[in-house]
């Protein structure tokens, strides 16, 4: 190759693009030392710099491919942005930050587990939160995700997620700072703050919105509206919809879009909820100053939602798209210059194959979010509970890229959402299924249609045109729980809170941060009182987001109640985890085939802790598994189970029905 075929072909490639970035370092640096050493004092603009230099191409680099030759003046503003953060950071923080530069794997640790409920449905308002994480340290906790709590607009507001204002709490639940005293309080007991961060979306009414609609020129582009249905229908051809009985397709006519012509706003949720344009550099730079100014109140993990949507591309599902992630590593590494203790957790329901890549997984690694929900374990957990068998999970599972050393799972039983069955037709066909048959199966199944089904879930945004649907439900309800007090039936009962715990016990084992549920630990069953709002009503969402009933929690003590079993499991699962070093993050979970297809048996090795394998059998019969496969020929000792130590005969280890257990390298 001749030397200029080379020159020619260098331009816009990566060398080309890390040249462009070494160039703007070069000439920002000796500005930026001093503008830091103005901000920060002497040792900590050194860091400042430190970091900025090693972050240059996860800033630079994502800035060009996103927004071409403005990269080198946005730099300067980005790392101005970050400057101007980290000179707020109140020295508490900083402290932790320190802390977390020298401990980079903080929330991969053993003892990371988290818990997750709504500020006013837990505890009514912020500043009695203190009053409550004596509940939450008997649980082990020492993560917690706090539902959205940012001041969403008036009316319906989807839970939160139709946010009209960052940088102030819902006045129903407090003010910034109740926020502030809550995060230090959280933080003296050694807990993390996790809240949510809206970032594809803002309510209507918040003022870039209104600004963006009165044609204010400093919001010109913020959000994208179309005259007439010509791009909207090409775009709704192949996007699928979120919500479509209430709010089907991806626009909403607003009649003062488009210069008062009207105008099809981008709403992927629902109408109230506008997309913003992040092919607009102004607004990503807008979104980092309220993501660092509310990293400086004391959040310490944040939850990126909806992140899939947040770049569209014609004839695609505008899902997954690569300028998508592009946009989380510039937003990550930004971030983390100014609160380099802080993490994003991606929210990213999407099929296995397009999941890793949240965490950094890409052709080589990128720097993404550190943490991500493990939807896929999820979505499998209820998949075998409903057949019995673990083949369908062992084949999903084993066919998942590995995950970036430095990332881990969140790992999760129930959440506030909807199930999706995101289980592909590939994975489905590899053990015999059909696709489109199982998921219409798991849907009739936890909702109680399908005969002899425990569960008492119900269907969540069925769209008739597909076929498609998905499930809401508390996790108690669709184990049988809710149905077996119903019918006042002991037995089911057992079976029951056996199902719940034996999620929980995957769920706290497997790999990655676990996290609980709100009530799941008191097995709450589906609350019916959201039909009484006429703002919640039309959303079944909400029969899965109970209100914390602390007349079930004073039962927590007394093992003869349903609520002493469930509390005394699950506490007792964060209890032996803590023990555990091979549970932290790091390294992943081989699948194991141990000759039974009803139980799942994985193992996970840890370089410096050592072996753990946990099996659960998903089937209501015992089940025989060959201890060899298990143990993989070492010492092993079982170090919890459902039922006491397992019987061993002849090789083969018999795991009770719905039973499980977890051995570890003494
Ligand atoms: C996320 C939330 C969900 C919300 C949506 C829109 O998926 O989990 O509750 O409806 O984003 O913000
Ligand atoms: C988000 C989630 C999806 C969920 C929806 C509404 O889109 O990715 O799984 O169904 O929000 O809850």
Same mark, same amino acid.
């Given at each position: 190759?001749?030397? %200029?075929?080379?020159?020619?072909?260098?331009?816009?490639?990566?060398?080309?693009?890390?040249?462009?970035?070494?160039?703007?370092?070069?000439?920002?640096?000796?500005?930026?030392?001093?503008?830091?050493?103005?901000?920060?004092?002497?040792?900590?603009?050194?860091?400042?710099?430190?970091?900025?230099?090693?972050?240059?191409?996860?800033?630079?680099?994502?800035?060009?491919?996103?927004?071409?030759?403005?990269?080198?003046?946005?730099?300067?503003?980005?790392?101005?942005?970050?400057?101007?953060?980290?000179?707020?950071?109140? @020295?508490?923080?900083?402290?932790?930050?320190?802390?977390?530069?020298?401990?980079?794997?903080?929330? *991969?640790?053993?003892?990371?587990?988290?818990?997750?409920?709504?500020?006013?449905?837990?505890?009514?308002?912020? $500043?009695?939160?203190?009053?409550?994480?004596?509940?939450?340290?008997?649980?082990?906790?020492?993560?917690?995700?706090?539902?959205? &709590?940012?001041?969403?607009?008036?009316?319906?507001?989807?839970?939160?997620?139709?946010?009209?204002?960052?940088?102030?709490? $819902?006045?129903?639940?407090?003010?910034?700072?109740?926020?502030?005293?809550?995060?230090?309080?959280?933080?003296?007991?050694?807990?993390?703050?996790?809240?949510?961060?809206?970032?594809?979306?803002?309510?209507?009414?918040?003022?870039?919105?209104?600004?963006?609609?009165?044609?204010?020129? @400093?919001?010109?582009?913020?959000?994208?509206?179309?005259?007439? #249905?010509?791009?909207?229908?090409?775009?709704?051809?192949?996007?699928?919809?979120?919500?479509?009985?209430?709010?089907?397709?991806?626009?909403?006519?607003?009649?003062?879009?488009?210069?008062?012509? /009207?105008?099809?706003?981008?709403?992927?949720?629902?109408?109230?909820?506008?997309?913003?344009?992040?092919?607009?550099?102004?607004?990503?730079?807008?979104?980092?100053?309220?993501?660092?100014?509310?990293?400086?109140?004391?959040?310490?993990?944040?939850?990126?939602?909806?992140?899939?949507?947040?770049?569209?591309?014609?004839?695609?599902?505008?899902?997954? *798209?690569?300028?998508?992630?592009?946009?989380? *590593?510039?937003?990550?590494?930004?971030?983390?210059?100014?609160?380099?203790?802080?993490?994003?957790?991606?929210?990213?329901?999407?099929?296995?194959?397009?999941?890793?890549?949240?965490?950094?997984?890409?052709?080589?690694?990128?720097?993404?979010?550190? &943490?991500?929900?493990?939807?896929?374990?999820?979505?499998?957990?209820?998949?075998? +509970?409903?057949?019995?068998?673990?083949?369908?999970?062992?084949?999903?599972?084993?066919?998942?890229?590995?995950?970036?050393?430095?990332?881990?799972?969140?790992?999760?039983?129930?959440?506030?959402?909807?199930?999706?069955?995101?289980?592909?037709? @590939?994975?489905?066909? @590899?053990?015999?299924?059909?696709?489109?048959?199982?998921?219409?199966?798991?849907?009739?199944?936890?909702?109680?249609?399908?005969?002899?089904?425990?569960?008492?879930?119900?269907?969540? *945004?069925?769209?008739?045109?597909?076929?498609?649907?998905?499930?809401?439900?508390?996790?108690?309800?669709?184990?049988?729980?809710?149905?077996?007090?119903?019918? %006042?039936?002991?037995?089911?009962?057992?079976?029951?809170?056996?199902?719940?715990?034996?999620?929980?016990?995957?769920?706290?084992?497997?790999?990655?941060?676990?996290?609980?549920?709100?009530? $799941?630990?008191?097995?709450?069953?589906?609350?019916?009182?959201?039909?009484?709002?006429?703002?919640?009503?039309? $959303?079944?969402?909400?029969?899965?987001?109970?209100?914390?009933?602390?007349?079930?929690?004073? #039962?927590?003590?007394?093992?003869?109640?349903?609520?002493?079993?469930?509390?005394?499991?699950?506490?007792?699962? !964060?209890?032996?985890?803590?023990? +555990?070093?091979?549970?932290?993050? !790091?390294?992943?979970?081989?699948?194991?085939?141990?000759?039974?297809?009803?139980? &799942?048996?994985?193992?996970?090795?840890?370089?410096?802790?050592?072996?753990?394998? /946990?099996?659960?059998?998903?089937?209501?019969?015992?089940?025989?598994?060959?201890?060899?496969?298990?143990? /993989?020929?070492?010492?092993?000792?079982?170090?919890?189970?459902?039922?006491?130590?397992?019987?061993?005969?002849?090789?083969?280890?018999?795991?009770?029905?719905?039973?499980?257990?977890?051995?570890?390298?003494?």
């Amino acid at each position: 190759m001749s030397g %200029d075929t080379l020159g020619a072909g260098a331009t816009g490639s990566a060398a080309a693009r890390r040249d462009a970035a070494v160039r703007a370092w070069t000439a920002l640096r000796p500005r930026l030392a001093d503008d830091a050493v103005a901000a920060l004092g002497e040792a900590d603009a050194d860091a400042f710099v430190t970091r900025a230099e090693l972050a240059l191409f996860d800033v630079h680099v994502p800035l060009g491919l996103l927004y071409g030759d403005r990269a080198d003046a946005l730099f300067e503003r980005a790392l101005g942005t970050a400057l101007a953060a980290a000179a707020e950071r109140p @020295a508490a923080l900083r402290r932790l930050d320190r802390r977390r530069e020298i401990d980079p794997g903080w929330f *991969q640790r053993a003892r990371v587990q988290g818990y997750v409920c709504y500020v006013d449905r837990f505890c009514g308002t912020l $500043d009695r939160l203190p009053e409550h994480l004596d509940h939450l340290e008997e649980l082990g906790t020492t993560y917690l995700h706090l539902m959205p &709590l940012l001041r969403p607009r008036e009316g319906e507001n989807d839970g939160g997620y139709a946010v009209a204002d960052y940088r102030a709490v $819902d006045p129903r639940l407090g003010t910034m700072a109740d926020l502030e005293t809550a995060a230090a309080a959280l933080h003296a007991w050694d807990m993390s703050l996790c809240i949510d961060l809206v970032l594809n979306h803002t309510a209507r009414e918040h003022p870039w919105a209104q600004g963006w609609l009165a044609g204010d020129p @400093a919001y010109a582009g913020f959000y994208s509206a179309f005259p007439d #249905r010509t791009l909207p229908d090409a775009y709704d051809a192949t996007i699928p919809e979120v919500f479509p009985d209430r709010a089907p397709g991806s626009f909403s006519w607003v009649p003062e879009a488009c210069g008062g012509a /009207g105008g099809w706003v981008w709403t992927t949720f629902w109408p109230y909820q506008w997309d913003l344009d992040y092919t607009n550099p102004e607004v990503t730079l807008a979104m980092l100053g309220e993501i660092t100014w509310l990293a400086n109140r004391g959040v310490d993990v944040f939850r990126m939602d909806a992140v899939p949507f947040m770049w569209k591309r014609m004839g695609t599902s505008c899902q997954n *798209q690569p300028e998508g992630h592009t946009l989380l *590593q510039l937003l990550h590494a930004l971030t983390r210059l100014a609160a380099p203790g802080v993490v994003f957790k991606a929210e990213a329901i999407v099929a296995p194959d397009d999941l890793v890549a949240y965490l950094g997984a890409h052709e080589r690694f990128r720097p993404e979010c550190e &943490l991500a929900y493990h939807n896929s374990l999820m979505v499998l957990l209820w998949s075998s +509970l409903a057949t019995g068998d673990v083949r369908l999970a062992r084949q999903a599972l084993r066919r998942m890229r590995p995950i970036p050393p430095s990332t881990t799972w969140v790992t999760y039983v129930r959440g506030h959402d909807d199930i999706g069955w995101a289980i592909t037709d @590939a994975d489905a066909g @590899a053990v015999g299924l059909d696709g489109f048959a199982h998921r219409r199966f798991l849907n009739d199944f936890y909702s109680g249609r399908f005969p002899g089904s425990f569960a008492r879930g119900a269907l969540f *945004q069925e769209n008739e045109a597909t076929g498609d649907a998905r499930i809401s439900g508390s996790a108690a309800s669709l184990c049988g729980i809710e149905d077996a007090l119903e019918r %006042d039936d002991p037995a089911a009962l057992d079976v029951g809170v056996r199902r719940l715990l034996l999620l929980y016990s995957v769920a706290y084992a497997f790999g990655g941060i676990p996290l609980l549920y709100t009530g $799941d630990e008191l097995a709450l069953r589906n609350d019916t009182g959201y039909l009484d709002d006429p703002e919640r009503a039309p $959303d079944n969402r909400w029969m899965h987001r109970p209100p914390m009933d602390w007349a079930a929690a004073a #039962r927590r003590t007394d093992p003869a109640t349903l609520e002493g079993r469930v509390f005394a499991g699950v506490r007792r699962l !964060g209890e032996v985890r803590r023990s +555990l070093l091979a549970l932290r993050g !790091g390294t992943e979970p081989e699948v194991l085939d141990a000759g039974s297809d009803a139980v &799942l048996v994985w193992r996970r090795r840890h370089p410096r802790s050592g072996t753990f394998v /946990g099996v659960a059998n998903v089937s209501p019969h015992p089940q025989q598994v060959d201890a060899d496969t298990v143990t /993989g020929f070492g010492t092993f000792a079982q170090v919890h189970g459902s039922d006491g130590p397992l019987g061993v005969r002849g090789g083969r280890l018999t795991v009770p029905g719905l039973g499980w257990a977890w051995f570890a390298e003494p």
